[in-house]
């Protein structure tokens, strides 16, 4: 296989970037269409106008997010922006805005700048939209020609989003070491399908460092709003990262076993990084890594409050056909099989049984405490 690394063109991350929008989009295009939620739209207002005083050639033409990435929103933009004659995109606010911004620039064929909210997930740097069917339904996961051509991420909006935000996004970004390192053991392909670069190695293990050294100071900072050091570090491992490290190091485990658990009926609505926060658990058993190596993970998981167990992601007395259709989906996706120990769905229900009734044992332990 061939190496192949990919990124954004440029990220720039630092506390009230925002109010420099303007000077870093011209170098873009002049007419940004902005798309951010009906919320973000009276938000973001006076930042907007202000940006627009400062770069008398810039305007930011603003629409409101429809709710869901699907396809019929996504043509609905790109056809403003090519009424209102834009030539670049903006996507400002969380997920499903922004890869709703990814896929208008896609197909609008237009350069496209992404300014994550939060820190929920490593997405915002990635060549991929998950777009959804109007009802709810996954679509597609669609690959696009490039990745973003900036990241803009104000570190101050970010602090002060709520606790939670950060904390899946970490999940998400924990699991992208581990994932990447089995591909490397197997010599798998990454996310692009290519073989993984040293370079990827490189910064998905300072990935998994910095979030070892600072999440949990950083989960206490933005828990009161405020942004230090650590926040910062934690910012760029959730975005930046981990966005490199999962798409040019790879998926392999926690990823899919995420997919699988998410389709299990829950009692709460749980964010994508905790799923495969208690997921990386379940690759963890089905690799039977190391028991220090577990343990520690353990811990930080708890002192983060992410996921250990089933419970903790609302599914109670998980019944023999729930866990066969999580392990099936899993077993589905390809790339659970780049793990090195083999498995199958036996093996899967196992995994997902023996993660959760070690995740339970550590919290009734912590209880007592």
Request: with cysteine.
């Amino acid at each position: 296989m061939d190496k192949i690394f990919q990124s954004p063109a440029k990220y720039i991350q630092g506390k009230g970037v925002i109010a420099r929008l303007a000077e870093y989009s011209v170098e873009f295009g002049h007419r940004c269409l902005v798309i951010t939620s009906s919320g973000g739209l009276e938000r973001f207002k006076s930042v907007l106008d202000e940006n627009e005083k400062t770069a008398a050639d810039s305007v930011f033409i603003r629409e409101a997010f429809g709710g869901e990435c699907c396809m019929a929103e996504i043509y609905r933009l790109k056809e403003l922006s090519e009424d209102e004659a834009c030539d670049v995109i903006i996507g400002l606010g969380g997920g499903k805005v922004l890869d709703t911004a990814k896929a208008v620039a896609y197909y609008a064929d237009l350069p496209v700048i992404i300014a994550p909210t939060n820190a929920a997930s490593d997405a915002p740097c990635s060549a991929v939209s998950v777009v959804y069917r109007e009802d709810g339904s996954l679509e597609v996961l669609l690959k696009l020609k490039k990745n973003p051509d900036l990241v803009l991420v104000d570190s101050e909006i970010i602090a002060k989003a709520p606790v939670r935000l950060l904390s899946a996004g970490i999940g998400d970004a924990l699991a992208t070491y581990f994932e990447m390192k089995a591909c490397v053991e197997t010599d798998s392909p990454n996310f692009v399908g290519a073989q993984v670069s040293l370079a990827a190695q490189a910064i998905a293990e300072r990935c998994y460092e910095t979030l070892m050294a600072d999440g949990r100071k950083a989960y206490s900072a933005v828990e009161r709003g405020v942004c230090t050091r650590a926040v910062e570090n934690v910012i760029e491992a959730n975005i930046l990262l981990s966005g490199i490290g999962f798409e040019s190091g790879g998926v392999c485990g926690a990823h899919p076993i995420n997919v699988g658990i998410s389709a299990v009926p829950t009692v709460r609505d749980n964010m994508h990084g905790e799923y495969v926060a208690f997921g990386l658990l379940v690759q963890m058993i089905l690799n039977n890594d190391d028991e220090e190596l577990i343990d520690d993970t353990l811990e930080f998981l708890h002192d983060v409050d992410l996921p250990v167990c089933l419970a903790d992601l609302g599914i109670f007395d998980i019944t023999e056909e729930q866990l066969e259709l999580a392990a099936g989906i899993a077993n589905d996706d390809p790339s659970l099989h780049y793990l090195p120990k083999k498995a199958g769905v036996p093996e899967i229900k196992a995994a997902i049984l023996a993660a959760d009734a070690l995740g339970r044992s550590y919290r009734e332990a912590w209880e007592k405490e």
